[in-house]
């Protein structure tokens, strides 16, 4: 018997999804109200701290390896706990099918709460940046398994002109090496009142910025292996800003990746099923 293949199923649904929000919220539409939302928060900033390693923690409902994570599940209420117990940046789920997350988190996070926003979700096309910036968004995460290297340049560019940061995740060499050998340049677009973040406007930059993610879980299985990161982080640069992903369950787990040298991680199912997010967090990451 075949084993199902998860994202090929997850990226099928996700094009009828574009499609359908096409229709609800044209392109154009979004791209003329775009310049009067306020700026961006900074993730990168955010999450690159020297001699620690900082939190990105995700609120999500489900998810397809894992089922339901919080049954009593309130996005804001998560969202505020995860602020109070120090976390650094908040990722939101916003796939609706496989991980029952909406866009609309993210306008009700970014109401109450200071912390920079990443939204993770599966992007294939221009429209879901601008959807992103829209909706609340300060980064979006970027998979290499679903994306041309031309496809990823052209995303990382665009996010960059609208203020965002991106976090670009690989799960195997081959991807390591696809997102290392991008190199996108700024664009200014001429008269584009979209704010952008300080930094892009203080100083000239020969490229843009972006966070490599290190995903220890295989999507199209979903199987999950810490050994994964073992065997990538060498290939990187140590002047990257790199962050961990998935099955980091233990303290242990992190004050591993710490002495790697790893800049951050992002964790949700294992603080989600805990009662007491606040605690949970602490005990992750020891603090």
């Not at 009828?16 to 392109?27: F, M, S, Y």
């Not at 910025?209 to 140590?238: A, C, M, Q, S």
Request: net charge neutral; charged share 25%; aromatic share 6%.
């Amino acid at each position: 018997m075949k084993k199902t293949d998860s994202l090929k199923e997850i990226v099928i649904k996700k094009k009828e999804r574009i499609l359908l929000a096409k229709q609800n919220l044209p392109e154009e539409q979004i791209k003329s109200q775009l310049a009067a939302l306020p700026a961006t928060r900074p993730f990168i900033e955010a999450i690159n701290k020297p001699k620690a390693i900082t939190l990105i923690a995700e609120i999500k409902k489900q998810s397809p390896s894992a089922g339901v994570l919080r049954e009593n599940f309130d996005p804001l209420e998560i969202a505020k706990s995860y602020q109070q117990a120090g976390a650094q940046a908040i990722s939101v789920l916003t796939e609706e099918d496989f991980f029952a997350g909406a866009l609309s988190f993210l306008n009700l996070i970014k109401a109450e709460v200071s912390l920079p926003l990443l939204r993770k979700d599966f992007i294939l096309e221009p429209y879901q940046v601008y959807e992103s910036r829209f909706y609340g968004a300060d980064a979006i995460l970027l998979i290499a398994d679903i994306l041309s290297k031309d496809a990823l340049s052209e995303l990382i560019a665009l996010a960059d002109t609208l203020g965002m940061d991106c976090l670009v995740e690989g799960h195997d060499e081959k991807e390591i090496k696809k997102i290392l050998s991008l190199k996108v340049a700024p664009t200014e677009i001429p008269g584009a009142k979209a704010p952008l973040k300080p930094a892009a406007k203080t100083k000239a930059r020969k490229s843009v910025e972006f966070v490599l993610g290190i995903n220890n879980r295989d999507l199209h299985t979903l199987e999950t292996d810490t050994k994964t990161t073992e065997k990538l982080y060498p290939l990187v640069p140590k002047d990257r800003v790199v962050v961990v992903e998935s099955g980091l369950k233990t303290y242990q787990d992190i004050l591993f990746l710490k002495i790697l040298g790893v800049n951050a991680i992002l964790a949700g199912e294992s603080l989600l099923k805990a009662p007491n997010l606040d605690v949970a967090v602490q005990d992750l990451m020891g603090w």
